[in-house]
Structure formats: C-alpha cells, structure tokens
T-cell receptor, first 112, second 112 residues
Framework: QQPVQSPQAVILREGEDAVINCSSS?????VHWYRQKHGEAPVFLMI?????EQKGHEKISASFNEKKQQSSLYLTASQLSYSGTYFC?????????????FGGGTRVLVKP | GAGVSQSPRYKVTKRGQDVALRCDPI?????LYWYRQALGQGPEFLTY????????KSGLPNDRFSAERPEGSISTLTIQRTEQRDSAMYRC??????????FGEGSRLTVL
C-alpha cells in the first residue's frame, strides 16, 4: 500500500523552513527520500532505518518514527535549488532488496 | 558509462505492437530495478534482479510484461501487444548493494 505524503505542495521563500511527512499503514524496515526535478530522474537524498535514526544531507534532514510508521523530511533555510518533487519510498519489514513503494510526492517551490 | 543508461529515450508505437526497453546499469551494480512512473506520480515498482536472477516480479501488471537480465548486466523490459494504458515513463535503477538507487533518465512510451 502506497505511503501517504503531506502536504501535496508547498511554496516557500528562500531561507524559510518546511516539513514533509510520509505515513505508512504497514510496519516499515526503512524509509528512503528522493528529490526529482522537472524532466529529470529522481535523485537519492537519504535512507533511514528503523530505530528512530535521524540523518542529514546539507540542510536537509529527516527522522523516522518506527512506532508510528512515519518519517518527516526537514528543509531548513531553503535554497532555490531545493525546488522539486520529494518522494518518500518505504520498504516493508523484512522485504528483500530495495523493493520500494513510493508516495505520491510533495511538490516544493522555493521562490527568491 | 558513469550512470544508468536507458534506450530508447522516447518510443511511440501503435496499439498491439511489442516494445522492448533496454537498461544498462552502472558497472558492477548487483541489483537492477524497473519502475513505471505516471505523470505527476511517484515511481511504481515493477520487478527487480540480483545479478541475473529475477527476485521479485510482483509489480508487473499482467503477463504481457516480462523482463530479463541474462548475463547479470543489461536488462530488457518487454511489453507485448501494447495498450494505451501502458503509456508511461519506464525507469530503470541500479544499486550496489541494496541501498541508494541510481535512476536512469527513463524511456517514455506512448501507445497510440
């Protein structure tokens, strides 16, 4: 079952912060985050494994609450380059390989 | 090459024709994945391989879809008797080992 992302879209001014949420109804082994710019391939940001791990990538960080089967992506002091569609991909408990189920995406537009 | 290479980049075909989409993964990557992405949606898992072995094909929509990776490197996704509903972007990704997915630029299929 597809994870649910919220919000569906967000518009920011450069320097502002935003949070993108990803929720699953299934127990999760891991959550992956990707960013896709218009007309391009999705690009990997980070993986979070169960255990409540928090990771960072530049000023983009994420957390994973395995009890709630939720992950949040934090865009801090957003830059113009952060614009794009963000997808979370979830891997079910004990699933083999990277069989990811992706959410519907959150469109982020950062304006000057 | 340096990245995942897919061909053709664009394919227009008539309903009922067979199409073959090719993926050349990053050299040395063990795992290869096929995803389908509708416009404005997240990638949808189709199938994946470890080396030449097809590990999971549960995402293939029906028996008109098949994939192979005979020598553990290049993979071909074949769609027989294409239908208009097959129109989409087909993306290949590779990884070594399971972890970050490197996506190709995709093959955009249009069935008339």
């Amino acid at each position: 079952q597809q994870p649910v992302q919220s919000p569906q879209a967000v518009i920011l001014r450069e320097g502002e912060d935003a949070v993108i949420n990803c929720s699953s109804s299934k127990a999760l082994y891991s959550v992956h985050w990707y960013r896709q710019k218009h007309g391009e391939a999705p690009v990997f940001l980070m993986i979070l494994l169960k255990g409540g791990e928090q990771k960072g990538h530049e000023k983009i960080s994420a957390s994973f609450n395995e009890k709630k089967q939720q992950s949040s992506l934090y865009l801090t002091a957003s830059q113009l380059s952060y614009s794009g569609t963000y997808f979370c991909g979830t891997e079910a408990e004990r699933a083999a390989g990277n069989k990811l189920t992706f959410g519907g995406g959150t469109r982020v537009l950062v304006k000057p | 090459g340096a990245g995942v290479s897919q061909s053709p980049r664009y394919k227009v075909t008539k309903r009922g024709q067979d199409v073959a989409l090719r993926c050349d993964p990053i050299s040395g990557h063990v795992s290869l994945y096929w995803y389908r992405q509708a416009l404005g949606q997240g990638p949808e898992f189709l199938t994946y391989f470890n080396y030449e072995a097809q590990q999971d094909k549960s995402g293939l929509p029906n028996d008109r879809f098949s994939a192979e990776r005979p020598e553990g490197s290049i993979s071909t996704l074949t769609i027989q008797r294409t239908e208009q509903r097959d129109s989409a972007m087909y993306r290949c990704a590779s990884s070594f080992p399971p972890g970050e997915l490197f996506f190709g630029e995709g093959s955009r299929l249009t069935v008339l």
